[in-house]
Protein backbone atom coordinates (compact mmCIF):
# COMPACT_ATOMS: atom_id res chain seq x y z
CA UNK A 1 0.00 0.00 0.00
CA UNK A 2 1.43 3.05 -1.32
CA UNK A 3 1.23 6.16 1.77
CA UNK A 4 -0.41 9.33 0.95
CA UNK A 5 1.35 12.20 1.07
CA UNK A 6 0.29 15.01 3.39
CA UNK A 7 -1.13 17.85 2.44
CA UNK A 8 1.54 20.05 3.76
CA UNK A 9 4.02 17.78 1.94
CA UNK A 10 2.04 17.64 -1.79
CA UNK A 11 2.08 21.91 -1.01
CA UNK A 12 5.59 21.72 -1.28
CA UNK A 13 6.12 19.56 -3.56
CA UNK A 14 3.93 21.42 -6.20
CA UNK A 15 5.66 25.07 -4.86
CA UNK A 16 8.76 23.48 -5.95
CA UNK A 17 7.14 22.30 -9.15
CA UNK A 18 6.46 25.79 -9.63
CA UNK A 19 9.77 27.19 -9.87
CA UNK A 20 10.36 25.83 -13.46
CA UNK A 21 14.29 26.94 -13.23
CA UNK A 22 14.96 24.81 -9.95
CA UNK A 23 12.71 21.83 -11.06
CA UNK A 24 14.85 21.32 -13.77
CA UNK A 25 18.27 22.25 -12.73
CA UNK A 26 17.44 19.20 -10.44
CA UNK A 27 17.06 16.88 -13.22
CA UNK A 28 20.23 18.22 -15.00
CA UNK A 29 22.27 17.77 -11.79
CA UNK A 30 20.88 14.28 -10.69
CA UNK A 31 21.30 13.17 -14.52
CA UNK A 32 25.04 14.62 -14.56
CA UNK A 33 25.81 13.22 -11.25
CA UNK A 34 23.96 9.61 -12.36
CA UNK A 35 26.18 9.47 -15.10
CA UNK A 36 29.51 10.28 -13.50
CA UNK A 37 29.03 7.43 -10.91
CA UNK A 38 29.17 5.16 -13.89
CA UNK A 39 32.07 7.36 -15.45
CA UNK A 40 33.80 3.78 -15.72
CA UNK A 41 30.95 2.92 -18.72
CA UNK A 42 31.93 6.29 -20.61
CA UNK A 43 35.34 6.51 -20.22
CA UNK A 44 38.27 4.14 -19.89
CA UNK A 45 40.94 3.01 -20.97
CA UNK A 46 39.74 -0.85 -21.27
CA UNK A 47 36.97 -1.99 -23.37
CA UNK A 48 33.51 -3.12 -22.43
CA UNK A 49 33.54 -6.08 -24.09
CA UNK A 50 35.67 -7.95 -26.05
CA UNK A 51 35.57 -11.40 -28.76
CA UNK A 52 38.08 -13.47 -29.29
CA UNK A 53 38.64 -16.88 -31.30
CA UNK A 54 34.87 -17.46 -29.80
CA UNK A 55 35.01 -16.13 -25.96
CA UNK A 56 33.84 -13.16 -24.62
CA UNK A 57 36.13 -11.46 -21.97
CA UNK A 58 34.94 -8.36 -20.27
CA UNK A 59 38.54 -6.35 -19.78
CA UNK A 60 36.60 -3.70 -17.74
CA UNK A 61 35.85 -6.09 -14.96
CA UNK A 62 39.06 -8.60 -14.78
CA UNK A 63 42.66 -8.62 -15.76
CA UNK A 64 43.94 -10.61 -18.60
CA UNK A 65 47.10 -11.49 -18.88
CA UNK A 66 48.10 -10.84 -22.91
CA UNK A 67 48.97 -14.51 -23.42
CA UNK A 68 45.19 -14.73 -23.31
CA UNK A 69 45.27 -12.91 -26.73
CA UNK A 70 48.14 -14.49 -28.61
CA UNK A 71 50.54 -12.29 -26.66
CA UNK A 72 53.88 -13.48 -25.43
CA UNK A 73 53.97 -11.15 -21.45
CA UNK A 74 52.23 -12.83 -18.50
CA UNK A 75 51.53 -9.51 -17.51
CA UNK A 76 48.15 -7.25 -17.53
CA UNK A 77 47.04 -6.40 -21.29
CA UNK A 78 47.77 -2.84 -22.34
CA UNK A 79 44.79 -2.34 -24.17
CA UNK A 80 46.12 1.40 -25.54
CA UNK A 81 48.75 -0.36 -27.30
CA UNK A 82 48.00 -0.74 -31.40
CA UNK A 83 49.75 -4.12 -31.49
CA UNK A 84 47.56 -5.37 -29.19
CA UNK A 85 44.24 -3.91 -30.58
CA UNK A 86 45.17 -5.16 -33.97
CA UNK A 87 46.10 -9.22 -32.47
CA UNK A 88 42.35 -9.11 -30.61
CA UNK A 89 40.98 -7.84 -33.91
CA UNK A 90 42.50 -10.33 -35.98
CA UNK A 91 40.63 -12.73 -33.97
CA UNK A 92 36.82 -11.14 -32.86
CA UNK A 93 36.16 -7.49 -32.35
CA UNK A 94 36.17 -5.03 -29.44
CA UNK A 95 34.01 -2.67 -28.21
CA UNK A 96 35.59 0.39 -26.52
CA UNK A 97 33.60 3.23 -24.37
CA UNK A 98 32.44 6.47 -25.73
CA UNK A 99 35.92 8.25 -24.34
CA UNK A 100 38.71 5.28 -24.73
CA UNK A 101 40.70 7.11 -21.95
CA UNK A 102 40.66 7.18 -18.11
CA UNK A 103 41.51 9.98 -15.93
CA UNK A 104 45.20 9.30 -15.91
CA UNK A 105 45.70 7.55 -19.21
CA UNK A 106 48.58 9.37 -21.04
CA UNK A 107 47.59 9.94 -24.84
CA UNK A 108 50.85 8.74 -26.56
CA UNK A 109 49.45 9.34 -30.45
CA UNK A 110 49.07 13.42 -30.15
CA UNK A 111 50.15 15.13 -33.12
CA UNK A 112 51.29 18.30 -31.62
CA UNK A 113 52.82 18.34 -28.49
CA UNK A 114 50.97 18.58 -25.43
CA UNK A 115 48.74 20.66 -24.20
CA UNK A 116 46.68 19.56 -27.36
CA UNK A 117 43.69 21.03 -28.88
CA UNK A 118 40.18 19.41 -29.03
CA UNK A 119 40.12 16.87 -31.97
CA UNK A 120 38.13 13.71 -33.09
CA UNK A 121 40.07 11.72 -30.37
CA UNK A 122 40.23 14.19 -27.49
CA UNK A 123 36.63 16.24 -27.90
CA UNK A 124 37.97 18.88 -25.54
CA UNK A 125 41.90 18.76 -25.92
CA UNK A 126 44.22 17.19 -23.65
CA UNK A 127 46.44 19.07 -20.69
CA UNK A 128 49.76 19.61 -20.51
CA UNK A 129 50.55 15.25 -19.29
CA UNK A 130 48.54 14.53 -22.23
CA UNK A 131 45.68 13.46 -20.20
CA UNK A 132 41.73 13.54 -21.76
CA UNK A 133 40.20 16.33 -20.50
CA UNK A 134 36.59 14.47 -20.85
CA UNK A 135 37.55 11.57 -18.56
CA UNK A 136 39.07 14.01 -16.23
CA UNK A 137 35.80 16.32 -16.01
CA UNK A 138 33.71 13.32 -15.97
CA UNK A 139 35.60 11.65 -13.00
CA UNK A 140 36.72 14.72 -11.33
CA UNK A 141 32.71 15.95 -11.08
CA UNK A 142 31.97 12.82 -9.59
CA UNK A 143 34.81 12.83 -6.86
CA UNK A 144 33.68 16.76 -6.08
CA UNK A 145 30.21 15.93 -5.74
CA UNK A 146 30.79 12.92 -3.68
CA UNK A 147 33.11 15.10 -1.01
CA UNK A 148 30.46 17.67 -1.01
CA UNK A 149 27.50 15.66 -0.09
CA UNK A 150 29.65 13.69 2.41
CA UNK A 151 31.22 17.22 3.76
CA UNK A 152 27.18 18.20 3.77
CA UNK A 153 25.94 15.60 5.56
CA UNK A 154 28.54 14.84 8.43
CA UNK A 155 28.94 18.66 8.57
CA UNK A 156 24.87 18.77 9.16
CA UNK A 157 24.68 16.48 11.56
CA UNK A 158 27.20 17.97 13.91
CA UNK A 159 25.84 21.25 13.60
CA UNK A 160 22.42 20.32 14.06
CA UNK A 161 23.53 18.34 17.29
CA UNK A 162 25.60 21.38 18.32
CA UNK A 163 23.08 23.94 17.37
CA UNK A 164 19.97 21.91 19.60
CA UNK A 165 22.14 21.14 22.45
CA UNK A 166 23.13 24.78 22.40
CA UNK A 167 19.32 26.19 22.03
CA UNK A 168 17.29 23.76 23.98
CA UNK A 169 19.06 23.97 27.31
CA UNK A 170 20.35 27.71 27.07
CA UNK A 171 21.97 29.45 30.05
CA UNK A 172 25.26 28.38 30.35
CA UNK A 173 25.64 26.05 28.05
CA UNK A 174 24.99 28.20 25.51
CA UNK A 175 26.96 31.34 26.21
CA UNK A 176 30.19 29.26 26.67
CA UNK A 177 29.18 27.46 23.17
CA UNK A 178 28.59 31.05 21.82
CA UNK A 179 31.87 32.10 22.94
CA UNK A 180 33.53 29.16 21.36
CA UNK A 181 32.37 29.58 18.39
CA UNK A 182 32.80 33.16 17.87
CA UNK A 183 36.55 32.41 18.28
CA UNK A 184 36.45 29.47 15.80
CA UNK A 185 34.67 30.96 13.41
CA UNK A 186 37.15 33.90 13.86
CA UNK A 187 39.71 31.53 12.52
CA UNK A 188 41.33 31.69 9.00
CA UNK A 189 39.73 28.88 7.43
CA UNK A 190 41.56 28.51 4.31
CA UNK A 191 45.07 29.72 5.47
CA UNK A 192 44.61 26.55 8.49
CA UNK A 193 43.53 24.16 5.81
CA UNK A 194 46.59 25.42 3.38
CA UNK A 195 49.05 24.88 6.80
CA UNK A 196 47.22 21.57 8.06
CA UNK A 197 47.28 20.00 3.94
CA UNK A 198 51.45 21.19 3.57
CA UNK A 199 51.93 19.34 6.74
CA UNK A 200 49.82 15.60 6.17
CA UNK A 201 50.18 14.06 2.71
CA UNK A 202 46.10 14.80 1.70
CA UNK A 203 43.71 12.30 0.55
CA UNK A 204 39.88 12.21 0.13
CA UNK A 205 39.58 11.34 3.70
CA UNK A 206 42.09 13.51 5.44
CA UNK A 207 40.91 16.81 3.45
CA UNK A 208 37.50 15.49 4.40
CA UNK A 209 38.16 15.26 8.27
CA UNK A 210 40.14 19.10 8.02
CA UNK A 211 37.24 20.77 6.18
CA UNK A 212 34.31 19.02 8.93
CA UNK A 213 36.76 20.80 11.20
CA UNK A 214 35.05 24.12 10.23
CA UNK A 215 32.42 23.29 8.23
CA UNK A 216 29.59 22.17 10.87
CA UNK A 217 29.58 25.67 12.24
CA UNK A 218 27.32 26.92 9.27
CA UNK A 219 23.84 25.29 10.52
CA UNK A 220 24.48 25.91 14.60
CA UNK A 221 22.95 29.44 14.19
CA UNK A 222 19.80 28.31 12.27
CA UNK A 223 18.94 25.61 14.66
CA UNK A 224 19.54 27.37 17.37
CA UNK A 225 17.35 30.22 17.00
CA UNK A 226 14.66 27.20 15.99
CA UNK A 227 15.31 25.77 19.37
CA UNK A 228 15.56 28.70 21.86
CA UNK A 229 12.14 30.28 19.92
CA UNK A 230 10.41 26.37 20.90
CA UNK A 231 11.89 25.36 24.07
CA UNK A 232 9.20 27.25 25.97
CA UNK A 233 6.11 26.80 23.96
CA UNK A 234 3.36 24.94 25.34
CA UNK A 235 3.77 21.51 23.88
CA UNK A 236 7.15 21.07 24.66
CA UNK A 237 5.88 22.29 28.47
CA UNK A 238 3.68 20.12 28.32
CA UNK A 239 6.24 16.87 27.28
CA UNK A 240 8.40 18.23 30.32
CA UNK A 241 5.54 17.89 32.51
CA UNK A 242 4.67 14.34 31.61
CA UNK A 243 8.34 13.32 32.37
CA UNK A 244 9.18 12.97 28.85
CA UNK A 245 13.15 12.98 28.53
CA UNK A 246 15.06 15.68 27.06
CA UNK A 247 16.33 13.56 24.08
CA UNK A 248 12.82 12.59 23.22
CA UNK A 249 12.00 16.19 23.09
CA UNK A 250 14.78 17.77 21.48
CA UNK A 251 14.78 14.42 18.84
CA UNK A 252 10.41 13.92 18.14
CA UNK A 253 8.92 17.91 19.34
CA UNK A 254 11.47 20.19 18.51
CA UNK A 255 13.93 18.88 15.56
CA UNK A 256 10.84 17.94 13.22
CA UNK A 257 9.93 21.88 12.93
CA UNK A 258 14.19 23.09 12.71
CA UNK A 259 14.65 21.20 9.58
CA UNK A 260 12.35 22.83 7.78
CA UNK A 261 14.45 26.27 8.25
CA UNK A 262 17.57 23.85 7.68
CA UNK A 263 17.06 21.85 4.74
CA UNK A 264 16.69 24.99 2.86
CA UNK A 265 20.73 25.95 3.73
CA UNK A 266 21.59 22.57 2.45
CA UNK A 267 22.09 23.20 -1.26
CA UNK A 268 24.30 26.25 -0.80
CA UNK A 269 26.41 24.86 1.90
CA UNK A 270 27.25 22.10 -1.06
CA UNK A 271 28.36 24.45 -3.31
CA UNK A 272 30.13 26.25 -0.28
CA UNK A 273 32.11 22.91 -0.13
CA UNK A 274 32.35 22.31 -3.63
CA UNK A 275 34.03 26.04 -4.23
CA UNK A 276 36.20 25.29 -0.89
CA UNK A 277 37.54 22.15 -2.84
CA UNK A 278 38.18 23.38 -5.93
CA UNK A 279 39.60 26.07 -4.24
CA UNK A 280 42.60 24.24 -2.28
CA UNK A 281 43.02 21.95 -5.57
CA UNK A 282 43.38 25.64 -7.42
CA UNK A 283 46.33 25.89 -5.13
CA UNK A 284 47.81 22.67 -4.88
CA UNK A 285 46.81 22.14 -1.18
CA UNK A 286 43.79 19.44 -2.86
CA UNK A 287 43.59 15.71 -3.47
CA UNK A 288 46.79 14.05 -4.47
CA UNK A 289 48.54 14.92 -7.40
CA UNK A 290 46.95 13.41 -10.67
CA UNK A 291 43.56 12.92 -8.81
CA UNK A 292 41.14 14.16 -11.72
CA UNK A 293 40.42 17.12 -9.94
CA UNK A 294 38.52 20.83 -11.18
CA UNK A 295 40.48 22.81 -9.13
CA UNK A 296 43.67 21.26 -10.97
CA UNK A 297 42.20 21.84 -14.51
CA UNK A 298 41.77 25.34 -13.37
CA UNK A 299 45.43 25.60 -12.39
CA UNK A 300 46.60 24.18 -15.59
CA UNK A 301 44.79 26.77 -17.71
CA UNK A 302 46.09 29.51 -15.76
CA UNK A 303 49.47 28.22 -16.54
CA UNK A 304 49.17 27.68 -20.13
CA UNK A 305 47.41 30.72 -21.83
CA UNK A 306 48.44 29.25 -25.10
CA UNK A 307 45.77 27.15 -24.61
CA UNK A 308 42.45 28.10 -23.32
CA UNK A 309 40.11 25.07 -23.58
CA UNK A 310 41.57 24.10 -20.52
CA UNK A 311 40.25 26.96 -18.69
CA UNK A 312 37.27 27.46 -20.60
CA UNK A 313 36.09 24.26 -20.01
CA UNK A 314 36.72 24.02 -16.22
CA UNK A 315 35.09 27.59 -15.68
CA UNK A 316 32.02 26.48 -17.54
CA UNK A 317 31.79 23.18 -15.97
CA UNK A 318 32.64 25.03 -11.90
CA UNK A 319 29.76 27.44 -13.53
CA UNK A 320 27.54 24.96 -14.84
CA UNK A 321 27.50 22.92 -11.26
CA UNK A 322 27.13 25.84 -9.04
CA UNK A 323 24.56 27.25 -10.64
CA UNK A 324 22.35 24.43 -10.62
CA UNK A 325 23.28 23.73 -7.17
CA UNK A 326 21.77 27.32 -6.38
CA UNK A 327 18.59 27.43 -8.65
CA UNK A 328 17.94 23.97 -6.47
CA UNK A 329 18.38 26.01 -3.43
CA UNK A 330 15.80 28.44 -4.76
CA UNK A 331 13.41 26.39 -5.32
CA UNK A 332 13.67 24.48 -2.34
CA UNK A 333 13.97 27.58 -0.17
CA UNK A 334 10.03 28.55 -2.24
CA UNK A 335 8.71 24.77 -1.26
CA UNK A 336 9.47 25.64 2.66
CA UNK A 337 8.17 29.10 2.86
CA UNK A 338 4.96 28.94 4.34
CA UNK A 339 3.99 32.31 2.14
CA UNK A 340 3.84 31.01 -0.92
CA UNK A 341 1.28 29.10 -2.39
CA UNK A 342 0.98 27.15 -5.89
CA UNK A 343 -2.09 28.44 -8.18
Known amino acids: ?93 ILWPLVPFSYDTINYRLEVPAPAPPSAMNWLGTDDQGRDVVARLLYGFRISVLFGLILTLISS ?19 LFQRFIEIWSGLPVLYLLIILASVVAPNFWWLLGLMLLFSWMSLVGVVRAEFL ?32 ATITFLPFILSGSLVTLTSLDFLGYGLPAGSPSLGELLNQGKNHLHA ?13 MLSLLIFIGEAVRDAFDPRKTFK
Do not use: C
Open 1 to 93: MTPRLTPLTQRRLANFRANKRGYWSLWLFLGLFFVSLFAELFANDRPLVLEFEGSYYFPILFDYPETTFGGFLETPTDYADTEVQEMIEEGGW
Open 157 to 175: IVGIAAGAVQGYFGGLTDL
Open 229 to 260: RARNLDYVRAARALGVSNAVIMAKHILPNAMV
Open 308 to 320: PWLGITAFFVVAI
